[in-house]
């Protein structure tokens, strides 16, 4: 047994700001009270701490769903119904029907009604594509937690690295895939403006997660990568180019360590984050930050405590209650 090292809760906590004196932890809990690491928080924190800090650590959530994030997540769930084994004929359309419902007042709904229509035309594509693949689904929706390590000593951290994985292939016998018939790959699928460009895709944090945790979770099985199908968002009848992309992204034990190493780097630099400073790229700001989050990190940056609260008032719908502090601290095994 490695000697216990206490860490204590993290001060988040800021005078004069009570949006900001009810999040203490910067990690959501488990049930078991452990920090609770996400690949995509992760790399929003990569991206610019403060925008973390804003939507991570104090839970704020916009009012209004961004078009952007409504059309993927209304996407994401029809493909999730669709690649669900064994799932009813009428799967896709509950699931889709659900998640407007969830996120839309009847009032919003028209005028959505483009997003909407764009979303199902996405689906349609999906659907006719989708026979050609070289893989069939095997499990969708599969959640994983797993208890990060220290790359240096292999004593445990005291944090769950957790999420879904998309779904789980394994390939068709003949077809073309870099592994052989016995291999499992987690499928990731994402809807974007435009492909991602495959020479980055092995950088992509999300990824290596997911690969990571997909060779956890079948030791037996020698998992190769990941396979990522790209949905654009675009309308099928008037692309010029693809609407729907497919890579595979290869890694070995070499990539698979790297990516632990980060994840366990990232656990200690959030726990030692104090400032939550912006980091103001135009490219981010306008792309990651529109609407009420770019509002209030400029009310941040002026100090200007009136408009702090008017914002966190009037543009967020809701403010995720503190995680309640496991005896005040968290233990490692160092």
Known sequence: M?????????PARANGHSWRRTAPLPFPLT???LPELHASALETYLVCPRRYFMQHVCGLVPKQVEQKLFVGGLVHAGVAAFNTPDAPVDAVRIAMNAYIDENLSPERQKERADDIALAHKLLDAYAIWAPSLPFRVVAAERPFALRLRNPDTGYRAGAVVAGTLDAQ??????????????????LEYKTVRNAMDPLVLHMVLQFGVYAW???EMFPEMPVAGLVLVQIRK???ARARKDVIVYNTITFN?????SVQRLLYALYRRILAERDWLPRPVIQVCSW?????YIDLCEALSRG???????IVENAFAAVTPAAEEPGSRWEEDA
């Open 2 to 10: 490695g000697r216990k090292k206490a860490l204590t809760a993290h």
């Open 31 to 33: 049930a078991e009270g």
């Open 169 to 186: 292939i394994v390939p068709f016998e003949g077809k073309q895939l870099p592994a052989t018939v016995d291999v499992r790959w987690p």
């Open 213 to 215: 945790a997909s060779r």
């Open 234 to 236: 675009v309308d099928p």
């Open 253 to 257: 034990d070499t990539g698979l360590a």
């Open 288 to 292: 990651r930050c529109r609407g009420p």
């Open 304 to 310: 200007t405590q009136n408009d702090v609260d008017y």
